[in-house]
């Protein structure tokens, strides 16, 4: 074990400092509005913290009401229109280069494999690597397919009504008719509102489907908004 500790020390000291040394973060500014009052989502793709830098609209924009972040975008609503810093993937004002410490922890882990000479140090190996890839997380509280999300319109024959319909990459789905708004949540292929209602999303040439799954034959087919 002696013939280690010119390797180890120096290699200590290394993974102690890449660890704790943050490295600066990388950002950009996009804006995003709510169009006519309505939910509008903005795609940015992977990103770290969000935050409002500029308001742009004379409706207010508050976090949480009228507008939010999704997993790969920002999403707008009730007028709220603005510039909003995006970090990069991994990065933020909660802790630096998130990438670097996960980095660390390993270093430091294997390390401490090598000095106790464990032989079950690639099965512990395989077992840190254990956190969701890349999709819909298993702790996330909804979500669609990546081709549902966006805005769409459509007329719902039954009851003789147009229908402004919005899906978030996050679950979160906001639905007008009639001068009244509803809000559930997606969850794979069904879509819940607060009404009760239940619904089966299919993709369609133009946009999508919902299939009434309680009332059949109420069908609504939904064009994708350009």
Not at 1 to 14: E, G, Q
Not at 58 to 83: H, K, P, T
Not at 95 to 121: C, D, E, F, Q, R
Not at 174 to 193: C, I, N, P
């Amino acid at each position: 074990m002696n013939c280690w500790k010119p390797i180890v020390r120096p290699l200590v000291a290394t993974l102690l400092c890449s660890w704790i040394t943050p490295s600066f973060a990388g950002h950009r500014e996009i804006e995003c509005g709510s169009v006519h009052g309505r939910y509008n989502f903005c795609s940015t793709g992977s990103h770290g913290d969000v935050e409002l830098q500029r308001q742009l609209s004379f409706a207010s924009c508050d976090e949480g009401r009228s507008w939010g972040v999704e997993r790969d975008g920002i999403w707008v609503d009730n007028g709220c229109n603005g510039r909003f810093r995006v970090e990069d993937e991994g990065h933020g004002k909660h802790g630096g280069n998130k990438t670097a410490i996960v980095a660390g922890a390993v270093g430091l882990a294997v390390l401490g494999a090598i000095l106790l000479n464990s032989k079950k140090s690639d099965g512990d190996s395989g077992a840190s690597g254990g956190a969701d890839g890349d999709g819909w997380s298993s702790e996330s509280t909804g979500s669609v397919p990546a081709w549902a999300v966006g805005n769409y319109h459509g007329y719902n024959p039954r009851r003789r009504a147009e229908v402004v319909l919005a899906l978030g990459s996050g679950g979160r789905v906001k639905a007008e008719m009639q001068g009244r708004t509803h809000y559930g949540s997606a969850s794979g292929d069904t879509v819940t509102l607060d009404s009760g209602q239940r619904f089966r999303i299919s993709r369609t040439d133009t946009g999508l489907r919902l299939s009434d799954m309680d009332e059949q034959g109420n069908i609504i087919d939904f064009y994708r908004d350009r």
